[in-house]
């Protein structure tokens, strides 16, 4: 290694020499020795080898007229300009020049480099230089000119808007005869004021001006000149107009009907786009763009690379499951290749599932049973779910029961344990199909059956059938003796409960066995096993036939299982329509181009490097940040009212209590607790202390993991709470406050009026990676109020937390 | 938009790289993404996957992984519409794809990244028009030894000069022999469940052309059945309006070698094989005995014929013979393959044997998916026919060449 490194240095020593030499050197042939030395250089660069110790040296050689050196020229000051900003300096002067060549290539690539170096000191000259290839007379630079006003705006906005490119840039894009000029005019504006527009007014109404009619109407009237990017820009601007009349949208759409028709897929994507913004509110020509759009995704799905048709997928798949009846004739495109990755698969067996209706769901229920003989397990397993979520879905079901009982009898044992879970869900929809059902699952061995869930099935199915099923106490019966080896406290839950049931059902068979369960499950470490214990416990106290009331009263058929898929949550994502967030089917994740942040640079200062570095969530652009997440509070205030989790430390629904109330001790119970002593004892627990919180004072989150958690709890707890920062300038003063209270910050944003914060903050004595409690804070320093958003991991300590967070926020004064 | 692009060798080495926004993109990305790819045992992940701090889309040509980035939202087909374009010029351009073409040509393949993209916006892709820019390497070393010190290299200055009327073609094209062909390419998908019966019957039709004609040649190319087509797209050439009146293509080419038209054909009736698989299992052996002949007449021979037997995890070994062809076995992949090439006239090919099974199995618990594979020259299994190409506003007349072929895509036989 060393003597390999130390082999580079003498090359790259050498390579300096011999650049040395040939500078300013007119010998002929010295322009073959400069490529062959250039080339060098660059090779070196590529694979990762540092030679910035060249650069006053190929600055030196730069005065060339081979094209292909001035190339070379370029990429290797592109590449080192920011870590030698004084070497830089000398570039400029042979870049100018070369912006004056005669040449118009040369003019072009040089001033390309030239807009590339970002480097502070060159705004002016980068300024002159824009300003002339604006006007230049070819096309090719005024292009490279047009995009190095985009540049310049990120290295120096006030430059940028000072010298007034954006008023020279709208009057290109409706004058330039160059078509691609145009469009790089319009990629730059559009940029540019999305970023300006928290700044100024006028970059507001300059953006109103771009979406306006004209400007939309003389881009799409020219939209063939443009080079199938350009379309897409054009069509994404498009998709932003609202026209002012019906007729308007008609003729947008005739103008773009045959951008249907282009072999590139984007540009297809971009168009279905436009075609399902123009027509969201008018319902039935929406339902008539589904009708046209639909061949040209079959075909781009059928025909291009598997990267592509994933894509297109995806996109499709969104389009299938918001109308999936539109699709129900074209069942057989979801259909699976065998060669087909997983993930495509998967995506195609959801459609599947989704388009099924009565006239298909023979054919569709035969193919998904094909899948579930797969070799892939993740796909068997999806395919037996798609049968029954079909089965649940649809009225006629008789071919599907069979369907399924066939499973069974496969006997693999996940495929026997998918479907014993399907089998309970069926049943309990349509009990006019118990005796069928029942008649087979008899017959699965038990010990074959290792998931929690089927387990938990099973032994439901059991205990409600039991008058169906002659052996079921002794099955129950081993269930009980094995208890403690049983792991999922959800299937020893399911186990009382079908102890009880039958215990009304067969008493002499089953007495012993209750018995047993409720002693078993009064000791359980479980709480919920435990009190579930105790509270038939009570019940039977209470009499067999009021136990039996409470426990097993008569049942009506369930009609409907709740939509796993959140509507809303698909609609949001429809308005994303082309985006990346089609693909992960999630909404857009607020990812943040750091060149972009400066507004929102977190200064190191904030952050001690013992405590945790201040995660730099990515802020860049406020408003999508902010945009992004009020969404998707609407839509979970919805389901969470105040009441729900608000009230959580008084009645702990079971799922959220997990493992923060420490487990009954033993001693509390009688240890020959059984049946015999049904009567007569009397077993009382005292109630839980309240919870004390400790916070962590180094919690550790790294912010993908908060924007997952973000996204997956619900609030739990908002409120506001004044906060006097009347003369907050920055967010500063405020973390580094929260800090000394244990709360971190995660990212913020925001400019006076009103400050943005993501905190959050760990319970003290919770295992690693969990107890974390996030925050949503907004603070308005003139109103001097701060709105506050909790979500919190354990709903126990909610209350006691936010109180924490409001004594933190009532005790700082600025 | 794309911030930058990593072209990475089949082992995750970064070949090459190119930043086209001020904020570079660490190559330590590369490693994240190769990890994801190991993780799922060497399956491609999906074409867009999202990073802890960058989105990621890729694709992968003849071994060599084109990886974008990006930390913003996109559409997302226009990224990797954009990735097929740079994959397809490079290998146009360099004549071939792979790591050491790609090392011994990056200073062009850095020029073309250059022109192909700016400030992370796809800019000029169209081949044609990259040849002005750009010369192919053949002609650099030709400029490079005539190099004289004086002139800039021919290309640089007349193609700027004059720009085109048509943004796919230069206005200069000139080609001593004139010639143009067109390839009828159709792929079949069927599926056939274990009783012989059609589950699903499907073909896609692509016409490839190569252009070399001098000029700005206008040509028109009819059909004799448009009515099977059901969902066409275009090459931005093609102008639609003369397709929707008169169902004819008229357009004025690129120069070289592009994607015509493709299609989608509808009601698909006659597979030309069939494949009849039996398989019985017991006592830790199947028995395997496999058929295959025609399903009427295609008009043209069937070549190339081809079965994969991919066996499940159970299976250990294989016994297998054929009738007509070779039966190999790969033990790493449990994948039998049965070459049979084309059916003779007086035997009808039959595979038969056994498989042995994992000891303490009994009977094969999953079915196997058998693929077919095969090709007919001569003949586009939809019947799509061209009628006549016509060419207008140039003087010579040039040589026009038509061939169609149809190939298996994904012809898969349950069992």
Same mark, same amino acid.
Not at chain 1, 226 to 237: G, I, K, R
Not at chain 1, 770 to 775: A, Q, Y
Not at chain 1, 779 to 804: I, R, W
Not at chain 2, 62 to 79: D, K, R, W
């Given at each position: 290694?060393?003597?390999?490194?130390?082999?580079?240095?003498?090359?790259?020593?050498?390579?300096?020499?011999?650049?040395?030499?040939?500078?300013?050197?007119?010998?002929?042939?010295?322009?073959?020795?400069?490529?062959?030395?250039?080339?060098?250089? =660059?090779?070196?660069?590529?694979?990762?080898?540092?030679?910035?110790?060249?650069?006053?040296?190929?600055?030196?050689?730069?005065?060339?007229?081979?094209?292909?050196?001035?190339?070379?020229?370029?990429?290797?000051?592109?590449?080192?300009?920011?870590?030698?900003?004084?070497?830089?300096?000398?570039?400029?002067?042979?870049?100018?020049?070369?912006?004056?060549?005669?040449?118009?290539? =040369?003019?072009?690539?040089?001033?390309?480099?030239?807009?590339?170096?970002?480097?502070?000191?060159?705004?002016?000259?980068?300024?002159?230089?824009?300003?002339?290839?604006?006007?230049?007379?070819?096309?090719?630079?005024?292009?490279?000119?047009?995009?190095?006003?985009?540049?310049? !705006?990120?290295?120096?906005?006030?430059?940028?808007?000072?010298?007034?490119?954006?008023?020279?840039?709208?009057?290109?894009?409706?004058?330039?005869?160059?078509?691609?000029?145009?469009?790089?005019?319009?990629?730059?504006?559009?940029?540019?004021?999305?970023?300006?527009?928290?700044?100024?007014?006028?970059?507001?109404?300059?953006?109103?001006?771009?979406?306006?009619?004209?400007?939309?109407?003389?881009?799409?009237?020219?939209?063939?000149?443009?080079?199938?990017?350009?379309?897409?820009?054009?069509?994404?601007?498009?998709?932003?107009?609202?026209?002012?009349?019906?007729?308007?949208?008609?003729?947008?759409?005739?103008?773009?009907?045959?951008?249907?028709?282009?072999?590139?897929?984007?540009?297809?994507?971009?168009?279905?786009?436009?075609?399902?913004?123009?027509?969201?509110?008018?319902?039935?020509?929406?339902?008539?763009?589904?009708?046209?759009?639909?061949?040209?995704?079959?075909?781009?799905?059928?025909?291009?690379?598997?990267?592509?048709?994933?894509?297109?997928?995806?996109?499709?798949?969104?389009?299938?499951?918001?109308?999936?009846?539109?699709?129900?004739?074209?069942?057989?495109?979801?259909?699976?290749?065998?060669?087909?990755?997983?993930?495509?698969?998967?995506?195609?067996?959801?459609?599947?599932?989704?388009?099924?209706?009565?006239?298909?769901? !023979?054919?569709?229920?035969?193919?998904?049973?094909? !899948?579930?003989?797969?070799?892939?397990?993740?796909?068997?397993?999806?395919?037996?779910?798609?049968?029954?979520?079909?089965?649940?879905?649809?009225?006629?079901?008789?071919?599907?029961?069979?369907?399924?009982?066939?499973?069974?009898?496969?006997?693999?044992?996940?495929?026997?344990?998918?479907?014993?879970?399907?089998?309970?869900?069926?049943?309990?929809?349509?009990?006019?199909?118990?005796?069928?059902?029942?008649?087979?699952?008899?017959?699965?061995?038990?010990?074959?059956?290792?998931?929690?869930?089927?387990?938990?099935?099973?032994?439901?199915?059991?205990?409600?059938?039991?008058?169906?099923?002659?052996?079921?106490?002794?099955?129950?019966?081993?269930?009980?003796?094995?208890?403690?080896?049983?792991?999922?406290?959800?299937?020893?839950?399911?186990?009382?409960?079908?102890?009880?049931?039958?215990?009304?059902?067969?008493?002499?068979?089953?007495?012993?066995?209750?018995?047993?369960?409720?002693?078993?499950?009064?000791?359980?470490?479980?709480?919920?096993?435990?009190?579930?214990?105790?509270?038939? !416990?009570?019940?039977?106290?209470?009499?067999?036939?009021?136990?039996?009331?409470?426990?097993?009263?008569?049942?009506?058929?369930?009609?409907?299982?709740?939509? =796993?898929?959140?509507?809303?949550?698909?609609?949001?994502?429809?308005?994303?329509?082309?985006?990346?967030?089609?693909?992960?089917?999630?909404?857009?994740?607020?990812?943040?181009?750091?060149?972009?942040?400066?507004?929102?640079?977190?200064?190191?200062?904030?952050?001690?490097?013992?405590?945790?570095?201040?995660?730099?969530?990515?802020?860049?652009?406020?408003?999508?940040?902010?945009?992004?997440?009020?969404?998707?509070?609407?839509?979970?205030?919805?389901?969470?009212?105040?009441?729900?989790?608000?009230?959580?430390?008084?009645?702990?629904?079971?799922?959220?209590?997990?493992?923060?109330?420490?487990?009954?001790?033993?001693?509390?119970?009688?240890?020959?607790?059984?049946?015999?002593?049904?009567?007569?004892?009397?077993?009382?627990?005292?109630?839980?202390?309240?919870?004390?919180?400790?916070?962590?004072?180094?919690?550790?989150?790294?912010?993908?993991?908060?924007?997952?958690?973000?996204?997956?709890?619900?609030?739990?707890?908002?409120?506001?709470?004044?906060?006097?920062?009347?003369?907050?300038?920055?967010?500063?003063?405020?973390?580094?406050?929260?800090?000394?209270?244990?709360?971190?910050?995660?990212?913020?944003?925001?400019?006076?009026?009103?400050?943005?914060?993501?905190?959050?903050?760990?319970?003290?004595?919770?295992?690693?990676?969990?107890?974390?409690?996030?925050?949503?804070?907004?603070?308005?320093?003139?109103?001097?109020?701060?709105?506050?958003?909790?979500?919190?991991?354990?709903?126990?300590?909610?209350?006691?937390?936010?109180?924490?967070?409001?004594?933190?926020?009532?005790?700082?004064?600025? | 938009?794309?911030?930058?692009?990593?072209?990475?060798?089949?082992?995750?080495?970064?070949?090459?790289?190119?930043?086209?926004?001020?904020?570079?993109?660490?190559?330590?990305?590369?490693?994240?993404?190769?990890?994801?790819?190991?993780?799922?045992?060497?399956?491609?992940?999906?074409?867009?996957?999202?990073?802890?701090?960058?989105?990621?889309?890729?694709?992968?040509?003849?071994?060599?992984?084109?990886?974008?980035?990006?930390?913003?939202?996109?559409?997302?087909?226009?990224?990797?519409?954009?990735?097929?374009?740079?994959?397809?010029?490079?290998?146009?351009?360099?004549?071939?794809?792979?790591?050491?073409?790609?090392?011994?040509?990056?200073?062009?393949?850095?020029?073309?990244?250059?022109?192909?993209?700016?400030?992370?916006?796809?800019?000029?892709?169209?081949?044609?028009?990259?040849?002005?820019?750009?010369?192919?390497?053949?002609?650099?070393?030709?400029?490079?030894?005539?190099?004289?010190?004086?002139?800039?290299?021919?290309?640089?200055?007349?193609?700027?000069?004059?720009?085109?009327?048509?943004?796919?073609?230069?206005?200069?094209?000139?080609?001593?022999?004139?010639?143009?062909?067109?390839?009828?390419?159709?792929?079949?998908?069927?599926?056939?469940?274990?009783?012989?019966?059609?589950?699903?019957?499907?073909?896609?039709?692509?016409?490839?052309?190569?252009?070399?004609?001098?000029?700005?040649?206008?040509?028109?190319?009819?059909?004799?059945?448009?009515?099977?087509?059901?969902?066409?797209?275009?090459?931005?050439?093609?102008?639609?309006?003369?397709?929707?009146?008169?169902?004819?293509?008229?357009?004025?080419?690129?120069?070289?070698?592009?994607?015509?038209?493709?299609?989608?054909?509808?009601?698909?009736?006659?597979?030309?094989?069939?494949?009849?698989?039996?398989?019985?299992?017991?006592?830790?052996?199947?028995?395997?005995?496999?058929?295959?002949?025609?399903?009427?007449?295609?008009?043209?021979?069937?070549?190339?014929?081809?079965?994969?037997?991919?066996?499940?995890?159970?299976?250990?070994?294989?016994?297998?013979?054929?009738?007509?062809?070779?039966?190999?076995?790969?033990?790493?992949?449990?994948?039998?393959?049965?070459?049979?090439?084309?059916?003779?006239?007086?035997?009808?090919?039959?595979?038969?044997?056994?498989?042995?099974?994992?000891?303490?199995?009994?009977?094969?618990?999953?079915?196997?998916?058998?693929?077919?594979?095969?090709?007919?020259?001569?003949?586009?299994?939809?019947?799509?026919?061209?009628?006549?190409?016509?060419?207008?506003?140039?003087?010579?007349?040039?040589?026009?060449?038509?061939?169609?072929?149809?190939?298996?895509?994904?012809?898969?036989?349950?069992?």
């Amino acid at each position: 290694m060393n003597a390999d490194s130390g082999h580079r240095k003498g090359e790259i020593a050498e390579l300096k020499s011999q650049l040395r030499q040939l500078a300013g050197s007119r010998a002929p042939g010295v322009e073959e020795v400069k490529r062959e030395l250039y080339k060098k250089v =660059i090779s070196y660069m590529t694979i990762g080898i540092d030679v910035s110790s060249l650069f006053s040296e190929m600055v030196m050689c730069s005065a060339t007229s081979d094209l292909v050196v001035k190339k070379m020229c370029y990429l290797y000051v592109g590449n080192y300009a920011k870590v030698h900003p004084d070497l830089a300096l000398l570039t400029i002067n042979f870049l100018q020049r070369d912006c004056q060549d005669d040449d118009p290539m =040369i003019r072009g690539l040089a001033l390309r480099s030239l807009c590339s170096l970002r480097v502070m000191n060159f705004v002016e000259y980068l300024v002159g230089s824009l300003r002339k290839g604006l006007k230049d007379n070819n096309g090719y630079v005024r292009q490279v000119a047009a995009m190095g006003v985009l540049k310049l !705006y990120h290295i120096a906005p006030t430059a940028c808007i000072e010298n007034d490119f954006v008023a020279t840039l709208k009057s290109m894009l409706s004058q330039d005869p160059d078509a691609q000029v145009v469009a790089n005019c319009l990629c730059a504006l559009e940029e540019i004021l999305v970023l300006e527009r928290t700044n100024s007014d006028r970059a507001n109404k300059d953006r109103e001006m771009l979406h306006s009619k004209q400007i939309v109407f003389s881009l799409l009237n020219r939209i063939k000149d443009f080079s199938e990017w350009a379309q897409c820009l054009v069509l994404d601007m498009v998709s932003k107009y609202i026209p002012v009349d019906p007729n308007e949208t008609f003729d947008i759409m005739n103008l773009l009907e045959d951008r249907l028709q282009h072999s590139n897929s984007a540009v297809v994507l971009a168009t279905i786009k436009v075609f399902l913004q123009l027509t969201i509110s008018m319902a039935d020509v929406h339902q008539q763009v589904y009708e046209r759009i639909k061949a040209p995704l079959l075909t781009l799905i059928s025909s291009g690379s598997p990267e592509l048709s994933y894509a297109v997928l995806s996109h499709l798949h969104l389009l299938v499951m918001r109308a999936p009846i539109l699709f129900s004739s074209d069942y057989k495109h979801f259909y699976c290749r065998y060669s087909d990755p997983s993930y495509v698969k998967k995506l195609k067996i959801e459609m599947l599932t989704a388009v099924a209706s009565e006239s298909n769901m !023979y054919e569709i229920v035969t193919e998904l049973s094909e !899948y579930a003989a797969n070799v892939d397990v993740g796909i068997t397993r999806e395919a037996i779910r798609a049968v029954g979520k079909i089965a649940l879905n649809l009225c006629d079901v008789n071919a599907i029961v069979d369907r399924l009982l066939q499973f069974l009898e496969m006997e693999r044992d996940y495929v026997t344990a998918e479907t014993l879970v399907l089998v309970k869900d069926l049943v309990r929809k349509y009990p006019e199909w118990s005796h069928d059902c029942i008649a087979v699952v008899g017959n699965v061995s038990s010990k074959s059956i290792q998931e929690p869930k089927a387990k938990a099935a099973l032994i439901w199915m059991l205990g409600e059938y039991s008058h169906d099923m002659l052996d079921a106490p002794y099955v129950l019966e081993s269930f009980v003796d094995n208890w403690l080896e049983e792991d999922s406290p959800e299937v020893r839950l399911e186990l009382l409960t079908a102890a009880a049931k039958i215990f009304f059902k067969r008493p002499p068979e089953s007495q012993k066995l209750l018995g047993a369960a409720l002693a078993a499950a009064v000791d359980d470490p479980d709480q919920d096993v435990h009190d579930k214990g105790l509270f038939y !416990y009570r019940l039977l106290q209470q009499g067999v036939q009021t136990a039996e009331s409470i426990v097993n009263p008569p049942k009506k058929a369930v009609s409907d299982f709740a939509d =796993i898929q959140n509507s809303e949550m698909r609609d949001r994502i429809f308005d994303e329509f082309n985006s990346l967030s089609v693909i992960y089917r999630e909404p857009s994740y607020m990812f943040l181009d750091k060149e972009h942040r400066k507004l929102y640079e977190f200064s190191d200062e904030a952050a001690p490097t013992d405590v945790l570095p201040t995660q730099k969530l990515d802020a860049n652009d406020n408003d999508l940040l902010l945009g992004a997440f009020d969404k998707e509070e609407s839509q979970s205030g919805v389901s969470n009212g105040d009441d729900g989790p608000l009230s959580a430390p008084r009645s702990p629904s079971p799922t959220l209590l997990g493992d923060s109330v420490p487990p009954v001790s033993a001693s509390n119970i009688p240890a020959a607790f059984g049946i015999d002593d049904l009567l007569g004892l009397n077993i009382s627990t005292p109630p839980p202390p309240p919870p004390s919180l400790v916070l962590s004072s180094k919690p550790v989150l790294d912010s993908g993991t908060f924007q997952k958690k973000w996204s997956q709890l619900p609030v739990a707890l908002s409120f506001e709470h004044p906060i006097s920062a009347q003369s907050l300038k920055t967010t500063q003063p405020l973390l580094r406050h929260m800090q000394e209270k244990s709360v971190q910050c995660m990212a913020s944003g925001g400019q006076s009026p009103t400050f943005k914060f993501f905190f959050f903050a760990q319970k003290a004595d919770g295992m690693p990676g969990t107890g974390f409690f996030l925050v949503e804070c907004l603070v308005h320093t003139s109103a001097g109020k701060a709105s506050v958003k909790v979500k919190s991991e354990d709903s126990t300590f909610t209350a006691a937390f936010s109180d924490l967070f409001k004594s933190a926020l009532s005790s700082f004064i600025i | 938009m794309i911030q930058c692009l990593f072209l990475l060798s089949d082992a995750g080495d970064v070949i090459l790289e190119k930043q086209w926004m001020g904020k570079r993109v660490e190559r330590s990305i590369c490693s994240w993404f190769w990890r994801q790819r190991s993780e799922k045992e060497d399956q491609d992940p999906p074409s867009v996957i999202a990073s802890p701090t960058h989105y990621l889309l890729h694709i992968v040509r003849e071994g060599v992984t084109f990886l974008a980035c990006t930390a913003s939202e996109m559409p997302p087909l226009l990224g990797i519409e954009f990735l097929c374009k740079v994959a397809s010029v490079l290998e146009n351009y360099l004549g071939g794809l792979n790591e050491d073409i790609l090392k011994d040509n990056f200073v062009i393949v850095y020029e073309i990244l250059d022109e192909m993209m700016d400030s992370g916006f796809p800019s000029t892709t169209e081949p044609s028009v990259l040849k002005e820019i750009i010369a192919p390497p053949n002609l650099v070393s030709r400029v490079l030894s005539v190099v004289t010190g004086t002139s800039s290299s021919l290309n640089a200055a007349s193609p700027l000069a004059t720009s085109s009327q048509v943004s796919w073609r230069a206005s200069n094209v000139k080609h001593s022999n004139n010639e143009i062909y067109f390839d009828l390419v159709e792929e079949m998908d069927a599926v056939f469940n274990r009783d012989g019966f059609v589950v699903k019957c499907e073909a896609y039709g692509e016409i490839q052309a190569t252009s070399r004609l001098s000029g700005m040649p206008e040509l028109s190319l009819t059909f004799a059945n448009t009515d099977i087509l059901h969902d066409v797209n275009f090459h931005p050439c093609v102008r639609y309006r003369a397709w929707e009146a008169d169902q004819m293509l008229s357009f004025i080419p690129p120069d070289g070698a592009f994607k015509l038209m493709s299609y989608r054909v509808k009601g698909l009736k006659n597979p030309p094989l069939f494949v009849r698989p039996q398989l019985s299992s017991g006592e830790g052996i199947c028995r395997v005995n496999v058929l295959v002949g025609l399903r009427g007449d295609p008009g043209k021979p069937v070549d190339a014929i081809i079965v994969q037997l991919p066996w499940p995890p159970s299976v250990v070994s294989t016994n297998l013979s054929a009738s007509v062809g070779t039966v190999t076995y790969s033990f790493s992949t449990k994948v039998s393959t049965w070459i049979i090439g084309r059916i003779p006239k007086d035997k009808s090919p039959c595979l038969s044997g056994t498989l042995q099974l994992e000891p303490g199995i009994n009977r094969l618990e999953e079915f196997p998916t058998f693929l077919v594979g095969f090709k007919i020259q001569g003949t586009a299994v939809s019947g799509l026919k061209v009628d006549k190409m016509d060419i207008r506003n140039v003087e010579y007349r040039p040589y026009k060449g038509f061939r169609a072929v149809t190939r298996a895509a994904s012809y898969e036989i349950r069992t």
